[in-house]
């Protein structure tokens, strides 16, 4: 697809991508949508949630439905800078050097356990994320289009692990939990593995890396309406004077808000962004940018709980409707 394509063609094959995945990613929907939201939008996706819930089959899932390559690896605390952005390697028939691309030049790159290797390591994916290049030995090479990380992050080990600095989760768009299943649910994920009788769960490709490009290219066409905008900007500015926040969400995190939100109403089958879509995802989208004061971590409080609160307090726009044509 090179033409681009219209918010109901971006919004039926956004949903056949979601459908696809759901067939072997079981109970994630709302997840699953926020993260395909946070592609569409350009941005990168940190899951953060106990092991054995499916995180590393929902990336595996989401990048094969979207037609990207896909590469995986397999965070430790030995693993170093060149291991994720490749090395010069020396060939004894030239007598040359040359650059060997590291796993990160793919379409879609899976970070697991981000937490377990060194801040030095986690430090390599900065200019990825940002810039979509690595500079190695002072040459810069640009990463694949579209180029996009999901990480997988365990919160509840703490040795041998290293928290994300600011910086790097600043550079995620948004953070999901994905929650444990309800009963009913679980029932569905033993018997999808008693039918499929193998371990590994598969789909198929519902579009292609062109054609992605393309959605997302339809997605940044959509007007977002002044009052939506200043919304996005309130909700991050209420954060910044919240007593329980140390340090709040930057412009960076408003224009997360704005760009998931846009995303998201484009995946409904809207041209236009309602101050519903916003609270939406203002939970995953600033909850991790908040850095509590030490008297409100030392009691516990919970980021996610504090952006529910200004949500209900911070006044939204006034009802919002389809752009006059």
């Not at 996706?45 to 690896?73: H, N, Q, Y």
């Not at 992050?153 to 948004?174: C, H, K």
């Not at 846009?262 to 909850?287: E, M, N």
Request: proline fraction near 7%; include cysteine; hydrophobic fraction near 45%.
């Amino acid at each position: 697809m090179t033409d681009t394509p219209s918010v109901a063609e971006i919004s039926r094959l956004a949903n056949r991508v979601l459908d696809r995945v759901g067939t072997v990613v079981v109970g994630m929907r709302e997840p699953l949508e926020a993260a395909l939201a946070t592609i569409l939008a350009g941005g990168h996706v940190l899951f953060e949630d106990v092991p054995g819930l499916g995180k590393t089959l929902a990336a595996r899932s989401i990048a094969t439905a979207l037609g990207l390559e896909f590469r995986r690896l397999q965070c430790t605390p030995d693993l170093l800078p060149s291991d994720i952005t490749g090395s010069f390697v020396y060939q004894p028939a030239t007598g040359e050097f040359v650059f060997r691309e590291g796993p990160i030049f793919t379409g879609l790159f899976l970070a697991d356990e981000i937490n377990r290797t060194a801040p030095k390591t986690q430090s390599a994916l900065l200019e990825a994320m940002a810039e979509g290049q690595v500079t190695v030995e002072g040459r810069s090479y640009p990463l694949p289009t579209p180029f996009h990380v999901i990480a997988t992050s365990n919160p509840i080990e703490f040795e041998g692990t290293y928290q994300l600095p600011e910086a790097q989760l600043d550079r995620f768009m948004v953070r999901l939990a994905v929650g444990y299943p309800d009963r009913d649910g679980e029932q569905q994920v033993l018997l999808a593995r008693v039918a499929r009788r193998h371990e590994v769960a598969t789909v198929e490709p519902v579009v292609d890396a062109g054609t992605l490009a393309a959605m997302q290219a339809g997605v940044e066409t959509v007007h977002v309406d002044p009052d939506i905008a200043r919304y996005c900007v309130d909700l991050a500015a209420a954060t910044r004077r919240h007593p329980s926040i140390q340090v709040g969400a930057s412009p960076r995190g408003s224009q997360g808000l704005m760009l998931v939100a846009r995303a998201r109403a484009v995946i409904a089958g809207r041209d236009f962004v309602t101050p519903d879509d916003v609270k939406a995802v203002a939970s995953s989208v600033l909850a991790h940018r908040l850095s509590l004061t030490a008297q409100a971590w030392a009691t516990g409080v919970d980021p996610r709980d504090v952006v529910a609160e200004l949500v209900s307090q911070v006044a939204g726009p006034p009802a919002v409707g389809a752009r006059a044509l």
